[in-house]
């Protein structure tokens, strides 16, 4: 069975750190895009970036470029989103998801797969 | 960056009656890359139609997608219960990726 199983809920304070995960199971991991996709509370989804794991190609959307660092470690078939200073703005709920077309060299296809979420809040 | 425009942003039925939800882009879409996905309170959001017009795996064929380049449709034949939730259109033609506003099919 295909699966994205996402790290446990966060609260942080702002300033700090913080690295979330998704493990892929049950399919090559290095052959499909992740991708990481911000829902406000309340809000709709935003597409945040992506990654093929394969090669560590990475793509940002403009608006978090800077902002957050994706990467992955394909060999715990792990994606990871990553802060290196968190702000109050930045609660949320963060989903993975994976593109389902197989050796693409471009991400350009459906998000087939989701994990269940991880809720990050900061709070002072 | 291609916008995407959902209406209505809120839709009040009953269950049998039939959808129809509209997504409009404010470009076309490359090859027609365009995802409807559905997302009830509390869960992740699940893939329902690709290419338009292809159901994902595991989707009923109440659920139909249609449309090209900037003009886009999700119908739902006959609503069964479990269908009320929020449903999204995503283009994945171009970077960056992006969603609509999502509509709300409510009872």
């Known amino acids: 069975e295909v699966q994205l199983v996402q790290s446990g809920a966060e609260v942080k304070k702002p300033g700090e750190s913080l690295k979330i995960s998704c493990k892929g199971s049950?399919?090559?991991?290095?052959?499909?895009?992740v991708g990481w996709v911000r829902q406000m509370p309340g809000k709709g989804l935003e597409w945040m970036g992506i990654?093929?794991?394969?090669?560590?190609?990475?793509r940002y959307s403009p608006s978090f470029q800077g902002q957050v660092t994706i990467s992955a470690d394909k060999s715990i078939t792990t994606a990871y989103l990553q802060w290196s200073s968190l702000k109050a703005s930045d609660t949320a709920m963060y989903y993975c998801?994976?593109?389902?077309?197989?050796?693409?060299?471009?991400?350009?296809?459906?998000?087939?797969?989701w994990g269940q979420g991880t809720m990050v809040t900061v709070s002072s | 960056e291609i916008v995407l425009t959902q209406s209505p942003g809120t839709l009040s039925l009953s269950p049998g009656e039939r959808v129809t939800l509209s997504c409009t882009a404010s470009?076309?879409?490359?090859?027609?890359?365009l995802a409807w996905h559905q997302q009830k309170p509390g869960q992740a959001p699940r893939l329902l139609i690709y290419?338009?017009?292809s159901r994902a795996t595991g989707i009923p064929d109440r659920f139909s997608g249609s449309g090209s380049g900037t003009d886009f449709t999700l119908t739902i034949s006959r609503l069964e219960p479990e269908d009320f939730a929020m449903y999204y259109c995503?283009?994945?033609?171009?970077?960056?990726?992006?969603f609509g506003g999502g509509t709300t099919v409510e009872i």
């Open positions: 995503q283009q994945y033609g171009n970077l960056p990726l992006t």
């Open positions: 049950g399919y090559s991991f290095t052959r499909n895009w």
């Open positions: 998801a994976r593109q389902g077309r197989e050796y693409s060299s471009s991400p350009h296809d459906a998000f087939d797969m």
């Open positions: 290419g338009a017009s």
């Open positions: 990654i093929y794991p394969g090669d560590s190609d990475t």
């Open positions: 470009q076309s879409i490359y090859s027609n890359f």
